[in-house]
């Protein structure tokens, strides 16, 4: 089957290396009108835009733990006022941009055409996938019936200010070394205002190792599926994460929990009512998008992998990763 990317996908991947410094220097406009970046790197733009050789690969795994000791640090990590995360410790996992599975992500019963590959965005070699999980106190806000308590509301909101920063720190070390970066998620294309993403966080982390679905089709981590996925894109090779599951959803206990927890009945065994999903949460007060999430909470792969999934003890945890993994109860 032939795939055709989306149109600003054609000019996005004809990037050469001095335009992906360049932009992510400078959050610079491409010709399609996408910024690529929000925030600026350490660098100057001048320097960066000499598309210099790399100075040296950062370690990965001392970059995650640097990155993990950062947020933990972070004031933009807590509730106003007090000594309360938002976040714990990310988990972080690494693909090679030309694995085989980015392009099934275009087929039809996968994701969809609409799906880029890294490559549409960017020359990239490398995506590196990550996962921020809740802490224990905004997890335990959610478990009950009320919707949209007040701390998992302030954890969607203020804590991405926290998010953002993991983001710019991983940035900066990079164009440290004049190496480019790039996250999806500050192009306009990511949101397209379709039920179908451009890129899915979700896929691409289970591409990268990070996890697997499960019958909420959230992904569940070794660190649970309550909080918050993200990834970049990185001009240079790194050996990719390997895979401890086979199947999309090994780390699925099938408990049907999650689907008695929705206050819609969006879901059930053989899959999610995304609309009746989408207009719950986009008519929720006060803000849709980070209302409900009673799937996430007061369930047994809240933050662990559960008890009675198919793999619930990874025979190690990612090489790449901040920290080990965690089994539910
Ligand atoms: S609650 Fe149970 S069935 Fe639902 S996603 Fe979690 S482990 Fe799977
Ligand atoms: S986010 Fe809410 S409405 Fe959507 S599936 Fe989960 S529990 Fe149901």
């Known amino acids: 089957m032939k795939n055709s990317p989306p149109s600003g996908a054609k000019v996005s991947a004809l990037l050469s290396r001095r335009d992906f410094l360049r932009s992510a220097a400078t959050g610079a406009i491409l010709a399609t009108g996408a910024p690529l970046l929000l925030v600026s790197s350490g660098c100057s733009p001048g320097s960066a835009t000499r598309a210099a050789a790399p100075k040296k690969l950062p370690d990965l795994s001392e ?133 179908l993403p451009t890129w899915s966080q979700r896929h691409v982390a289970y591409i990268a190792g990070l996890g697997t679905f499960s019958v909420s089709t959230n992904l569940i981590t070794a660190r649970g599926c309550a909080g918050l996925l993200d990834s970049l894109l990185v001009e240079v090779a790194y050996p990719a994460t390997k895979r401890p599951y086979a199947g999309l959803r090994d780390y699925c206990a099938h408990c049907l929990t999650c689907v008695g927890r929705c206050p819609v009945g969006a879901l059930a065994e053989k899959g999610k009512n995304v609309m009746a999903c989408a207009r719950h949460i986009f008519t929720t007060k006060p803000n849709a998008e980070t209302c409900c999430g009673k799937c996430l909470a007061a369930v047994p792969c809240e933050r662990g992998i559960p008890a009675g999934a198919k793999i619930n003890a990874p025979a190690a945890p990612a090489p790449v990763s901040a920290a080990p993994p965690v089994r539910s109860a």
């Open 63 to 195: 970059l995650f733990q640097a990155a993990a000791r950062s947020l933990e640090n972070d004031p933009a990590n807590r509730l106003s006022g007090t000594e309360l995360r938002f976040y714990d410790a990310p988990v972080f996992a690494v693909a090679a941009a030309d694995d085989p599975l980015f392009r099934k992500l275009k087929e039809k019963d996968v994701v969809g055409p609409v799906h880029f590959m890294p490559q549409d965005w960017v020359p990239a070699r490398t995506v590196i996938s990550y996962f921020l999980p809740f802490s224990e106190p905004v997890c335990k806000a959610n478990r009950g019936p009320e919707s949209a308590p007040e701390l998992w509301f302030q954890a969607h909101q203020q804590g991405a200010h926290a998010a953002g920063n993991v983001r710019k720190f991983l940035i900066e070390r990079f164009h440290e070394q004049n190496i480019g970066t790039f996250f999806p998620v500050h192009d306009k294309r990511y949101n397209n205002g379709g039920l």
